[in-house]
């Protein structure tokens, strides 16, 4: 789940942005004073005279380069493969510096001149995106399809038998379902226990063993502890918050209109109309997937998870 960032996901967005702004920069400074760029780096005359029409062309590729990562900046969770793209050509560049002074093309110690302006740039950025892939902390939307299959296979098991439907059915279906994926776990405003008490009422309300389950995984690596997930489960909450969220998702899922208005007439009160709406948001999208299930035939009665 991608929640509220973090002050190491703000860092890796940060590293982002001073990518962007390096390749920004750059390029404009080649865009609009191509000599000057040219006499500013001894190591770029060494190559030969200067060629205005050349060096504005690679500031053209800089600039387009910057402008990527800067919108992949603003959200580097769900636009890593934005990030990937900009620093394309910036790691492309590198990687010929490394074949010309392999080859023997260029001089080593005009090489490590250039490195912390040629591959820096593009080795920060990579870190930054393998960051938070390790941290789980970005969105799978960018993930080749079959990568998305494979992952989804090995973390759900056999809790999601309908992925592979999805497979092929064609028409760029997972894909599509990659997206959807997001919305289920969208939190900026909410308590963590809340947005994941009114996940697991809605998912119990669906009548899905596994889908539980799945819920229930997603709330324990968010912090939310063990007993406190299957008091709610059992009908025994912890927390009066946690029987407002959990009744609140579980009336939504059951249609219970009335229930639902009243029950988010409190939670608005309480917490304000932001977290309502990423509520409803979590409970009525958690709702995708056992009706998935149901309509293919992978419907299995819900059996309260125990603990481990």
Request: aromatic share 8%.
């Amino acid at each position: 789940m991608i929640s509220k960032p973090d002050a190491l996901d703000r860092a890796m967005q940060a590293v982002i942005a001073l990518v962007a702004l390096f390749s920004i920069g750059n390029g404009f400074f080649m865009l609009t004073g191509p000599l000057g760029w040219y006499a500013s780096i001894d190591t770029v005359q060494a190559t030969g005279p200067a060629n205005r029409h050349f060096i504005g062309d690679i500031g053209l590729a800089y600039l387009i380069s910057g402008a990527v990562l800067g919108y992949a900046a603003a959200n580097l969770a769900l636009r890593w493969g934005a990030a990937l793209i900009g620093i394309s050509w910036l790691a492309a560049h590198g990687g010929f510096h490394i074949y010309e002074v392999m080859t023997g093309i260029c001089a080593p110690d005009v090489f490590w001149q250039d490195v912390p302006g040629v591959l820096g740039p593009p080795l920060l950025a990579l870190i930054a995106v393998a960051v938070q892939l390790g941290r789980q902390r970005a969105s799978p939307v960018p993930l080749p399809k079959k990568l998305f299959l494979s992952i989804m296979h090995k973390v759900a098991g056999d809790g999601e038998p309908y992925i592979d439907d999805l497979d092929a059915a064609g028409g760029f279906a997972t894909e599509k379902f990659q997206h959807a994926m997001l919305l289920s776990g969208h939190r900026y405003h909410a308590p963590a226990a809340l947005l994941h008490m009114a996940r697991l009422g809605s998912t119990r309300a669906e009548d899905c063993g596994p889908c539980v389950e799945i819920v229930r995984q997603f709330a324990l690596a968010d912090g939310i502890d063990n007993q406190r997930i299957q008091n709610a489960l059992m009908g025994r909450p912890d927390h009066v918050e946690d029987e407002l969220a959990y009744n609140f998702g579980a009336a939504i899922a059951s249609g219970d209109v009335a229930t639902a208005a009243e029950l988010g007439e409190q939670i608005e009160a309480k917490y304000g109309r932001k977290v309502r709406t990423e509520l409803s948001l979590g409970a009525a999208s958690g709702r995708l997937f056992p009706a998935i299930k149901r309509g293919l035939g992978y419907a299995s009665a819900c059996t309260i998870p125990r603990m481990a």
